[in-house]
């Protein structure tokens, strides 16, 4: 693997558990989460003034990848209200890159090396063994983590669309900045179902989510998807879920959670999962 798109994707996961911890962070999640996602658009109109909207035939790929994202968003901040950040998050991230590899697997046969199936295992299944752990944490109910595998799910859908839609553009910026406008809009319809407080109150009340947070956010995937141009997405995506550590670093630090043996062990086994894919 290129060393530019290692460093590139890890500080792309540092980003992505940077916005989650401000999410879970905040007493009213679905604030939080409006803040962050409505905080993309800036930057998204800005990108798509200067690089111009994807191509025709990549529509498709940006109006699913819009309602994947959106269930990924509903699932994830429901899961938020069961459990804390080092609960729910790792059990939300563990199973996309496997099921990313399997699927590359089967329909492309050949396009991973052995080392990069290794590597993706490694850092996987140490993620997952956290997550099934944590489904047997007395603080920590059936229904948290039900909401976190669907979340689960969304991630690794999207992921391979938004690959496959930003190859068909050959620009992340372009094919992200389609996509998180068309998102916006429906996450303002759902918010306006549920939470019909919260367009209103986003930037007044949470202006540091909404700035911080909703760049932080827009950086990650598009650094994400620009790594899958050039790297099989379930690489990239392995790389990106060792977010799990920053998460779990930064619910410790600062939402005061408690570190464990566990997390320590699960931290060295992600290390070197690593390891394996930069030999990749």
């Known amino acids: 693997m290129e060393i530019s798109v290692f460093f590139v994707v890890l500080g792309a996961a540092f980003l992505h558990a940077f916005w989650n911890f401000l999410v879970r962070g905040t007493e009213d999640k679905a604030l939080g989460m409006a803040a962050v996602m409505f905080g993309h658009l800036p930057l998204a109109v800005v990108g798509l003034l200067y690089v111009g909207l994807p191509s025709l035939e990549s529509l498709p790929y940006v ?137 209103g109150r986003m930037y007044r009340d949470a202006p540091r989510t909404f700035i911080i947070g909703g760049n932080a956010s827009y950086f990650a995937y598009v650094a994400v998807l620009w790594a899958c141009l050039s790297t099989p997405v379930a690489v990239v995506s392995s790389l990106r879920e060792t977010s799990v550590l920053f998460a779990v670093g930064l619910g410790v630090v600062f939402l005061k959670e408690k570190i464990t043996w566990l997390k320590i062990g699960i931290t060295m086994a992600i290390f070197l999962g690593l390891i394996v894919l930069r030999m990749a």
């Open 63 to 199: 109006m699913v990848s819009a309602v994947l994202h959106l269930g990924y968003q509903v699932f994830l901040l429901n899961a938020y209200k069961f459990g804390e950040l080092t609960q729910i998050y790792p059990v939300a991230r563990s199973a996309s890159p496997m099921l990313i590899t399997l699927f590359t697997m089967f329909t492309v046969p050949g396009v991973l090396k052995p080392m990069e199936v290794i590597g993706v295992v490694v850092v996987s299944g140490a993620i997952m063994t956290y997550g099934i752990i944590q489904y047997r944490h007395k603080d920590i109910g059936v229904t948290g983590i039900a909401l976190a595998f669907v979340a689960g799910f969304f991630i690794a859908s999207y992921s391979i669309v938004d690959a496959s839609g930003a190859r068909i553009t050959q620009s992340a910026i372009s094919f992200y900045g389609a996509s998180t406008t068309v998102n916006a809009g429906l996450l303002a319809f759902y918010m306006s179902m549920f939470h019909p407080t919260v367009l």
